[in-house]
């Protein structure tokens, strides 16, 4: 369970659950001086047991909080480094899309580009998939995602690549899905012509690395991007590789990260499937 920002009636205050454990963070003075009776109204709830908060970043406890948290979300087994990951130690707004790539994977050879802690790639070698390769430029990352797929008993079916995801789309290995989930490439208005441009060469690169029949997952989680942007960035992409595509679907966020009507820039995540051959 998640709440955050403007959605919820609480602008830049991020909180996740993972199970007895809510973590905090928030950059804004405001929730330095409140912190203590927001962890005191969290550990009211039934089953709560600690609050781990970083606000303005100084680090409070309260309860029982671990730095890392042996956790599971939904049936994928999970340590969360919440001291030293990213965020809150997962993005949980891509959780209900997490599970899109398992429709494509058995028996499928997979890139997971800006792998993370390897949840994409997870769901994949759990549904069959035949090779994964998980590729961050985070040594952290990789560490995170080494032991979760340990956890979950794949290990077997993986490769850990400490590189730039450019660099591994341009190797000579050809793979049947790709997952491209970046982090945010446009951070204010006046970045979003670069991010467009950054947006179009990475699925360029990506739908060039696609064998035939491919299936190609692509992320945007930049505010200042809108979706029909990122569709026409695609669009754009597909003409470069040229590669004939289809749109299969498109998501948002997992549902505990509404969308405020008056704000359109709350629909900040875009999650799209493409059919490539």
């Excluded at 769901?123 to 040594?139: E, K, N, P, W, Y």
């Excluded at 794949?154 to 989930?181: H, K, N, P, Q, T």
Aim: charged share 25%.
């Amino acid at each position: 369970m998640a709440i955050r920002r403007e959605s919820d009636g609480l602008p830049g205050l991020v909180a996740d659950r993972y199970g007895s454990v809510v973590v905090l963070q928030s950059p804004c003075a405001f929730y330095h001086f409140h912190i203590d009776s927001i962890a005191e109204s969290l550990l009211a709830h039934d089953g709560v047991e600690g609050v781990h908060a970083e606000v303005c970043g100084e680090t409070r406890r309260y309860g029982s909080a671990p730095e890392q948290i042996d956790c599971t979300v939904d049936g994928i087994h999970v340590r969360v480094d919440v001291e030293g990951g990213q965020k809150t130690g997962l993005f949980l707004d891509q959780r209900m899309n997490w599970p899109i790539v398992r429709r494509y994977a058995r028996g499928k050879r997979i890139l997971d580009g800006h792998c993370y802690v390897g949840m994409w790639s997870i769901h994949a070698t759990l549904a069959g998939a035949s090779r994964v390769t998980a590729a961050d430029t985070s040594a952290a990352a990789i560490k995170c995602a080494t032991i979760n797929a340990g956890l979950n008993g794949a290990l077997d079916r993986y490769s850990f690549e400490r590189m730039d995801v450019m660099d591994a789309l341009r190797g000579e290995e050809r793979y049947d899905v790709i997952v491209l989930d970046p982090p945010a490439l446009a951070k204010s208005r006046g970045q979003e012509r670069k991010a467009l441009a950054l947006y179009q060469a990475l699925n360029a690169a990506a739908l060039e690395a696609l064998g035939s029949e491919g299936v190609l997952i692509t992320s945007s989680c930049s505010h200042f991007v809108t979706a029909e942007d990122f569709l026409e960035v695609l669009k754009r992409a597909a003409a470069v590789a040229h590669r004939q595509t289809w749109l299969l679907e498109v998501r948002g966020a997992s549902l505990d990260h509404p969308v405020l009507m008056a704000m359109p820039e709350t629909a900040y995540l875009k999650c799209v499937t493409l059919r490539v051959h």
